[in-house]
């Protein structure tokens, strides 16, 4: 399957990069987002020399979250800054809100031409490899000081290149997500709590088996269906970053937010391998410049952010459950080892980070 997938990847790039430099430019479509005029994050350092040629590459970046939430104002920024860094030659349109299908639609997207960037998890390319389910293992970080020097240092820059690799796409910044939460319909503050509880999880499998460990029901379901199926009672919590999951409105349909902590995650921007290594050099090492300023300003947005929309959640009425998460931790020890041993490696080499 997995070579199938590789050969109809390269087979449609020729597509895809045909379709870069003639996109439609008619006006965006309603509830579109597209790229505007600023100042660039971390000006004053040097940049990538791009000369124009006249040719304008015109790229379509897909985000299923909402517009105004800080993925899509992350985009938004990524997509400023490539077009200042190119002179013009890169125009990146966003699409948020799903318009462009979920996260998994998106990524396949990526080969079909659909698209030619998503904004979403490094998680998401598990599908393609299984290295990338290193970004959701649960109770690896044991804060964001943790987090931050592994993610942002020569090991995160590794894990990422060789996820990559082996999936066949080119992940550029690293964006921290915020610490995943559970909103929930039902209180709880020990794993016994939490038998049978519905949860909604992202479609990944260590996220189905991280919840089937502590002891609840996972589903996996469409972030962007998990709305309804709370108010439909087809599940009874989900699980995200803070910010995330107040900008999909949880407070109108969970009463709580329980502080598990369990996972850091990172987004990416995520390209096609072969279409981006295409792409002339030039334009290559100014979008990974650009990348990077994006994820400092989206970095910046998210850590000062946290607390702001906790209390938020307060203030809709949602009570904040603080819990000791020692108990969660100890159901979750040898998680690794048992479920995915090939990356026993890369968790204790994150461990040793100090």
């Known amino acids: 399957m997995k070579k199938f997938i590789g050969v109809f990847l390269a087979a449609t790039m020729a597509l895809s990069l045909a379709a870069c430099g003639g996109g439609d430019a008619s006006a965006p479509a309603e509830g579109e987002t597209t790229q505007t005029e600023g100042e660039a994050a971390g000006d004053g350092g040097e940049t990538a020399e791009v000369e124009n040629t006249g040719e304008v590459i015109k790229m379509k970046l897909a985000n299923p979250n909402p517009v105004g939430d800080v993925k899509d104002l992350a985009a938004i920024k990524f997509a400023e800054l490539a077009k200042e860094k190119t002179n013009g030659q890169v125009e ?3 699409y948020s809100g799903g318009q462009l299908g979920d996260a998994r639609d998106t990524i396949e997207g990526l080969g079909l031409g659909t698209n030619e960037i998503v904004i979403e998890s490094m998680g998401t390319t598990d599908a393609y490899t299984t290295l990338a389910s290193i970004d959701a293992v649960p109770y690896m970080y044991r804060d964001y000081d943790h987090y931050e020097k592994v993610m942002f240092g020569d090991l995160g820059k590794q894990i990422r290149e060789e996820v990559g690799e082996a999936g066949g796409f080119k992940l550029l910044g690293a964006m921290y997500r915020g610490a995943r ?7 709880f503050t020990t794993p016994e709590e939490l038998k049978g509880l519905k949860i909604r999880v992202p479609n ?7 919840w089937n460990v502590l002891g609840a029901s996972p589903t996996p379901l469409a972030l962007t269906e998990t709305f309804t199926a709370l108010q439909q ?8 970053a803070t910010i995330e999951s107040y900008g999909f409105g949880f407070y109108d349909v969970c009463d709580y937010l329980v502080k598990t902590n369990h996972v850091y ?3 990416v921007f995520i390209f096609n391998r072969d279409y981006f290594n295409n792409l002339p050099t030039d334009i290559q090492a100014a979008l990974e410049e650009a990348a990077m300023e994006a994820s400092e300003y989206r970095n910046e947005i998210s ?3 946290e607390a702001e929309y906790e209390q938020m959640f307060k203030d809709k009425g949602v009570e904040v459950i603080e819990i000791d998460v020692q108990p969660f931790m100890d159901k979750c020890e040898g998680f690794v080892d048992e479920y995915y041993p090939e990356l026993a490696d890369w968790a204790k080499q994150i461990a040793e980070v100090q």
């Open 92 to 94: 990146i349109t966003v």
């Open 181 to 187: 939460v559970c909103t929930t319909k039902k209180p």
């Open 204 to 210: 990944q499998q260590i996220y189905i088996d991280t």
């Open 233 to 240: 009672n087809t599940v009874e919590a989900q699980e995200n």
């Open 265 to 267: 995650s990172t987004d």
């Open 303 to 305: 850590l000062t952010k």
